[in-house]
């Protein structure tokens, strides 16, 4: 079975994108990560890609008079691959709805909460300050709204007392590069599928799995 064809958008260090690159290193892996691409030149992540064996590609955002000229290219770098399926994986640029338009269906993003809790950014203050006992990471399908999109895996991480922000942050970025490798499986292997604006799975936790804080008294 041909492996799909997959095209990674980072802006920084890309800890996402090396989780990636590990899972798709094993040949059974449903998924090849085909390219690496910035909007930022000297991103640390290129250097990953490189690593990998991976093709690493710059388009530069600030090189374009207009975001659409800057998605034109981008979305030319991804064809020019043969990129089936996009990965965003710390990718620091809201999409038009135009470039989402063309990859719908075919682009998947991850987002350091329980959504539809916290979309945006500062997630980690924001569930502490909401008082919630349980946050984590979400990985969807992108559509036009801003972390709105259909919902296809979530790993919960539990809020411990005494927790500060870089504390959250750096659990759920655990559970994170557990959660978008196994997220990004399902869709390659066709696992997981959108039916209806709903992700479908054809395997899923357990009827009576769970995961309570405070924890229940032994």
């Known amino acids: 079975m041909a492996r799909v064809r997959t095209g990674v ?14 899972a798709a290193a094993s040949p059974d892996f449903p998924a090849e990560i085909v390219c690496v691409i910035s909007n930022r030149p000297g991103a640390g992540g290129l250097a990953r890609a490189e690593s990998s064996g991976v093709t690493a590609l710059t388009v530069d955002h600030k090189a374009f008079a207009t975001r659409e000229a800057f998605e034109d290219a981008l979305h030319g770098a991804l064809s ?37 809790a916290f979309k945006g ?6 569930a502490l300050d909401a008082g919630v006992k349980l946050t ?9 709204e801003m972390d709105a999109g259909p919902i296809i895996g979530q790993a919960a991480i539990p809020v411990l007392p005494g927790d500060n922000a870089e504390a959250l942050a750096a659990r759920v970025l655990a ?7 196994e997220c990004l499986r399902q869709i390659a292997s066709g696992q997981a599928r959108l039916e209806d604006g709903r992700v479908v799975l054809t395997r899923g ?3 009576d799995a769970r995961l309570v804080n405070p924890p229940a008294r032994g």
């Not at 075919?106 to 329980?114: A, C, E, G």
């Not at 950014?121 to 924001?126: A, C, E, F, P, S």
């Open 9 to 22: 958008l980072i802006s920084g260090r890309g800890s996402n994108l090396q989780a990636l690159l590990d």
């Open 80 to 116: 020019d691959q043969g990129v089936e399926l996009v990965c965003l994986a710390g990718f620091m640029r809201l999409l038009t709805p135009g470039f989402v338009n063309r990859w719908t269906g075919r682009m998947i993003n991850i987002h350091p909460s329980l959504l539809p």
């Open 121 to 126: 950014v500062d997630t980690h203050q924001r």
């Open 136 to 144: 984590g990471a979400s990985v969807h399908f992108v559509s036009a």
């Open 175 to 181: 559970a994170e590069h557990q959660l978008y490798p």
């Open 205 to 207: 936790a357990a009827p």
